[in-house]
């Protein structure tokens, strides 16, 4: 554990999972632009996190599962609450949280398998999208308008998942050849 507190992106990590239930108690008592600030905080720490992780090569094996966790705690957590409280479709959150889920589960067997699931392109523009649909929630834009970007980040998310099963595919290939 004192490794991973000697290491500023995994600090980073800690608090941004710590603002995950501050932002649900912020969310849940209409304390909306507190909410805001935490859901900022976190989004900050995460660009953070990962410039000085990569800069410096702090890389650690708990910021590799912890890192992108946090990221997707804090994401659900808005996309559920914003689902409670009827500002999105109810269905997205489930959705979305299916696809992590799924990834979540075969990445942890694919770690097991020393194959590459690193974050790509299309999982980092999946939660771009997500973070500016999120912040056009908070900033009170129409759900005509909102709705479709939902739509389109699970359309997004569907689309990384296929990739990321397509990338299995192709690094268990080289090994079939082999065996």
Known sequence: MSII???IPNILTLLRIACVPVFIILMLNNKIYPAIGI??????????????ARRFNLITPFGKIADPVADKLMQL?????????????KIIPWLVFSKELFLLLSGL??????????????????????FIAIMMVF???PRNITDPIFWLCVAMALFA???Y?????????PEAKNA
């Not at 859901?39 to 000085?52: H, M, N, P, S």
């Not at 609450?81 to 479709?89: A, Q, Y």
């Not at 990338?167 to 290939?173: A, L, P, R």
Request: cysteine-free; proline content about 1%.
């Open 161 to 163: 998942a296929i990739m």
């Open 77 to 89: 957590s808005a996309l559920f609450i914003f689902s409670i409280k009827d500002m999105i479709p």
């Open 139 to 141: 900033l009170g834009i």
């Open 109 to 130: 067997y694919l770690m097991k398998k020393k194959i590459d699931m690193s974050s790509k392109w299309f999982g980092k523009l999946t939660s771009v999208i997500l």
């Open 39 to 52: 859901f900022l905080l976190a989004e900050i720490t995460d660009v953070l996190d990962g410039i000085i």
């Open 5 to 7: 507190l000697k290491n």
């Open 165 to 173: 099963i397509r990338n299995y595919f192709k690094q268990i290939k």
